[in-house]
C-alpha cells in the first residue's frame, strides 16, 4: 500500500462505516414512516375509535415535530450530535413502546407524539457527517453523497414497513404487530451507540432557556391554531385569534433572540443569504410532501361511478401508489450526487423544485386514471426525494461549523411547519362541499383536490424561483 493510500483509507472506511450504521437508524425511520398508514383502520377498530379520530395522531405528531428540533438541535451543536441523537431515539424508542401497550385513545396519542421526536434524526445525521468530512477537501460532496445514500435507505423501509404491516394485519394481533416497530426502534440505540464516535460539541455558550420558552410559545400558538382550524372551521374565532397571536409573538421571539450571543434560534443565520432560501425552499417543500399524502389517498379511494371523479381504487392500489410514489423518492435521493455534478448544487436544487411542480401541476388536467396517477407521482417523487436529501446538506454547508446541528435541523422544522399550514388549508378547501372524515355524509368536491394540487404546484415553482435567483456563491460551499 502507497503513503497515500495509507493515509486516505483509513478515513474513508470509518466514514463509511458510520454512515452505514446511520443507515440502520434511516431504516427504523423509514419503517416508523411508512408501517402505520396501511392499518390506520384496524388501529381505529382495535382502540374502538372512528377512523376520522386518527386525524388527532398526525395533528399531536406534527406538533411535537415542529417543537423538539430547535432545541434538540441547540443541543447537538453544544453537547455533540451523537448524544442528541440517541436521546431522541431513547424518546422515540418509549413512544412506540406506549403504542404497543397504550389501553385507551388518550395512551395511543401520547405516545404517536412521543414517536415525533425521530424527525431530528436525519438533520442531525447530516451534521455528524459533515463534521466527520471536515478537511477532506471534499466536505460538501461527501455529505450530499451521505445524505443521499441515508434518504434512499429511508426510502427503502417506507415500502417494507407498509408491506410488512399489510401482509401481517390479519395474520396477528395488534400488539404483536406494533411491536416490530418498537423493537426496530430499540435496535437504533445499539447502532448508535457502538457506531458513531463521541464526540463533543463545537459550541459555546449555555442553553437559551427563555428563547425556548419564547419559540415554544409562537410555535405552539400557531400549531395549536391550525389544529383548532380543522376542527371547528374557518368561520370559527378562535382558531384564528390563536394563529395571529401566535405570529405576533414572532415578534418579540425574534428581537430577543437577535440580541443573544448564543441564541436558541439563531435569527440571524436563518437571515443570511445562505440559508433563508433554503429553508423557504423546506417550508414550501413541506406543503407537498408533508401535507398533500391524504388528499391523494382518499382521492384515489373515491368511487366516480358515485360523484363522477376519482380512480376507484382499493386498499391495495393505494398501496402501490404509495409504492411507486416511494420507489421514485428513493431514485430521486441516490442520483442527487450526479445531478450536483452535472446542474451543479443550485441546479440541482431548482431542477427537483421543478419536478415537484410538474409532478402536481399534471394532477390538474391528468386525473381521471390509474396510469396517469402512477405517471404524476413518479414525477413528484423524483423531484421531492432529490429535496429531502439535498436541503439539510445545503443548510450545513452554509452554516458555521458550530451551527450545523442547528441549520439542518431547522430545515425539518420549517418543512413541518409547512406541511401543518397546507395540511389545514387542504382540510378546509376539501371539506367545503361535504365531510372528508365520513363519506357517507357527503364526498370532498372535486373543486378541493385541485386546489390541493394547485398550491402543491405552485409552492413548489415558487422554491424554484428562489433558488434560481439566489446566487450561486450562496448555496454552494
Same mark, same amino acid.
Given at each position: ?194 457506531? $458513531? ?6 459550541? =459555546?455558550?449555555?442553553?437559551?432557556? !427563555?428563547?425556548? %420558552? *419564547? @419559540?415554544?410559545? #409562537? ?111 428513493? $431514485? ?6 450526479? =445531478?450536483?455534478?452535472?446542474?451543479? !448544487?443550485?441546479? %440541482? *436544487? @431548482?431542477?427537483? #423544485? ?124
Amino acid at each position: 500500500m502507497s503513503t497515500k493510500e495509507a493515509l486516505v483509507s483509513p478515513p474513508a472506511r470509518s466514514l463509511a462505516a458510520i454512515v452505514g450504521f446511520l443507515v440502520c437508524v434511516e431504516l427504523a425511520s423509514g419503517i416508523l414512516q411508512g408501517y402505520y398508514t396501511p392499518i390506520f383502520s384496524d388501529i381505529a377498530d382495535s382502540l374502538g375509535i372512528k377512523d376520522a379520530d386518527v386525524n388527532w395522531f398526525e395533528a399531536a405528531q406534527l406538533v411535537v415535530s415542529a417543537l423538539v428540533v430547535p432545541p434538540l438541535a441547540r443541543l447537538g451543536d453544544l453537547v455533540g450530535h451523537k448524544k442528541v441523537l440517541l436521546l431522541s431515539t431513547v424518546v422515540t424508542a418509549v413512544g412506540s413502546w406506549i403504542l404497543v401497550l397504550a389501553p385507551s385513545f388518550t395512551t395511543f396519542l401520547v405516545g404517536w407524539a412521543l414517536q415525533g421526536a425521530y424527525v431530528v434524526w436525519l438533520p442531525i445525521e447530516v451534521a455528524i457527517i459533515h463534521r466527520r468530512t471536515a478537511g477532506t477537501g471534499r466536505q460538501g460532496q461527501l455529505t450530499r453523497r451521505a445524505a443521499a445514500i441515508l434518504v434512499g435507505a429511508l426510502e427503502l423501509a417506507v415500502i417494507i414497513g407498509a408491506l410488512t404491516s399489510g401482509a401481517l394485519v390479519e395474520s396477528t394481533s395488534m400488539s404483536v404487530l406494533l411491536m416490530l416497530p418498537a423493537v426496530a426502534v430499540t435496535l437504533c440505540l445499539f447502532a448508535i451507540w457502538f457506531g $458513531i464516535e463521541d464526540a463533543p460539541g463545537t459550541a =459555546t455558550g449555555g442553553f437559551d432557556w !427563555t428563547g425556548l %420558552a *419564547l @419559540v415554544t410559545a #409562537a410555535i405552539g400558538l400557531v400549531m395549536g391554531g391550525l389544529i383548532a382550524l380543522r376542527v371547528a372551521g374557518p368561520d370559527s374565532f378562535l382558531p384564528w385569534v390563536l394563529v395571529l397571536a401566535g405570529l405576533a409573538a414572532l415578534v418579540p421571539f425574534g428581537r430577543y433572540e437577535a440580541r443573544q450571543e448564543d441564541p436558541m434560534v439563531d435569527v440571524r443565520l436563518l437571515a443570511t443569504p445562505g440559508q433563508w432560501p433554503v429553508q423557504l425552499t423546506a417550508f414550501l417543500f413541506g406543503m407537498s410532501v408533508l401535507g398533500a399524502q391524504i388528499p391523494l389517498s382518499t382521492y384515489a379511494r373515491t368511487d366516480p361511478d358515485t360523484v363522477g371523479y376519482g380512480l376507484g381504487a382499493d386498499a391495495s392500489f393505494v398501496s402501490t401508489l404509495i409504492g411507486v410514489y416511494v420507489v421514485f423518492l428513493a $431514485i430521486g435521493a441516490f442520483t442527487l450526487p450526479l =445531478t450536483s455534478r452535472l446542474l451543479g !448544487t443550485r441546479g %440541482a *436544487l @431548482v431542477g427537483s #423544485a421543478l419536478l415537484v411542480a410538474a409532478g402536481y401541476a399534471l394532477w390538474l388536467p391528468f386525473h381521471d386514471s390509474t396510469g396517469q396517477a402512477l405517471v404524476n407521482m413518479a414525477v413528484a417523487g423524483v423531484g421531492s426525494g432529490a429535496l429531502v436529501a439535498a436541503l439539510p446538506a445545503s443548510a450545513a454547508a452554509a452554516a458555521p461549523a458550530d451551527r450545523t446541528g442547528f441549520a439542518t435541523g431547522m430545515t425539518n422544522a420549517t418543512k413541518t411547519i409547512g406541511g401543518a399550514i397546507a395540511s389545514s388549508v387542504f382540510a378546509i378547501a376539501l371539506a367545503s362541499a361535504g365531510s372528508i372524515d365520513d363519506p357517507v355524509e357527503g364526498h370532498a368536491p372535486l373543486s378541493g383536490y385541485l386546489t390541493v394540487w394547485a398550491i402543491c404546484a405552485a409552492a413548489a415553482l415558487c422554491a424554484a424561483v428562489v433558488l434560481a435567483l439566489t446566487p450561486q456563491r450562496e448555496v454552494t460551499t
